[in-house]
């Protein structure tokens, strides 16, 4: 029974002698997977398993390969791509060095060839994939490899984490060009914009004093001329020095007149474009014109361009992160004048006056801000009169007329985008709807513009309290 024993404890130390590894070498690390161990080694029953098959490394990684057959020689035809060692009659091992794809020829007893096979070198995508998927959870992007170039698809929840996903493939090649962004917006978004563009212009014009004019005609001997009344005057005396022979005859009174004019103006612009678009796609709108320009080209010859003028609206919506869109807008309102014309061979080209802004801003799904504003304020005062007695205290101002203008101009836009979803039909109104054109008799005995129906529903009972309708001041 003791020796028995005593068997047993020598077998056990022997077996923990066994197990243990030798001080100061840690142990062997294995591989972790089925599938990383399927990736790192493959084992073939028959050379015409391994003939013709395609095998994929990625660069700097290895793979051990068992034959059926003993290698005598191996030949690839790019070591540039890859490497081909054997250390065994019956291994060979693979180590991918750049990408690309190149061909391997095992030899064996009397160098007759038994196998050939292909390898392609690529870019590893399991790192790029799972570091997308770690940073980015809420996206299903693939990344896939074509030669140098690395392909990213998928659907990704908004415009920014498709970016990001690429920036992270560009990172791990060090090259953004060989990337290649094919991800899809899951759901995309349909951003409602309503811009309201609100102008008040206020122009004064006054004009107040006493307007003469003169007209005087002097006859001389041998001469006839008219002009006003001062220098005309004086120069003709200095030229002719002889009187006597010489006659000054007024023919016409001295005309005067007064001016009063007060003039005051207002000018109110109140525009509410409304643009639909789909986040990162662009859309325009114009209320407005086109109005010719006449150009003359190289051989002399006239064409006409047409220019835009009006209420015009362009934006490009993104939807960053839930309920957060960011926006490129331009907005403009532009019309004809007079001011700044110019005539080209007889004809009479028109300016614009143009109120323009364009800017980027964010802004939440409901929120509003004002893009940009404007203030304007011009005076310009201008006094006119009779040389020398304008000057005159208090008897002067019969001798001079005063003109004062003033321009008053505020302007502002509001800009207000939301995150729409589409409707039913039934809960749509067209502006038209319920119109109806009166008959004659309603037209020429009522003085009707449209027929008027009852409206739906009994009214609500009781007096209406405080003002009710439409004010106007």
Known sequence: MKSKLKNLL?????????AAPPAGLAPMSLVTSAAAADAAYLRVGSAAELSGRQIALGVSKSMVIDVPEDIVDVLISNPGIADAIVRTKRKIYLIGNAVGETNVILFGAGNEQFAQFEIVVARPTGSIAATIQQLLPGSNIRVETVNDSVIVSGTAQTPADAGKAAEIAAKFIGDPAKVVNMITIAGSDQIHLKVVVAEVQR????NLGINTEAVLSNTWVGAASSSGLGSSLVSGLLLNSDFTDNKLTITNPLSTFVQALNQQGVVRTLAEPTLTATSGESASF??????????????GQVTVEWKQFGIGLSFTPVVHTP????????????????????EVNGISLK????????????????????????IKDNIRQQVGGFPGLMDVPILGSLFKSREYQRSQTELA????PYIVDPVRTSALQRPDQNFAAPTDAQSLFLNQLNRIYRMPGTPPKGPYHGKVGFIYE
């Open 323 to 342: 309920g957060r869109i960011s926006l490129r807008i331009k907005s403009e309102v532009s019309e004809l004048t007079t001011e700044g014309a110019v």
């Open 203 to 206: 122009d004064i014009l006054k």
């Open 10 to 18: 020598a077998a056990l130390l022997t077996a923990a002698v066994l």
């Open 286 to 299: 114009l209320a407005g014109g086109e109005f010719p320009i006449p150009v003359s080209s190289d051989d």
């Open 351 to 374: 300016g614009l006056t143009v109120r323009r802004a364009e800017s980027t801003v964010e802004l939440p799904s409901g929120g509003s801000i004002v893009m940009a504003g404007l």
């Open 413 to 416: 836009i509001f800009v207000s």
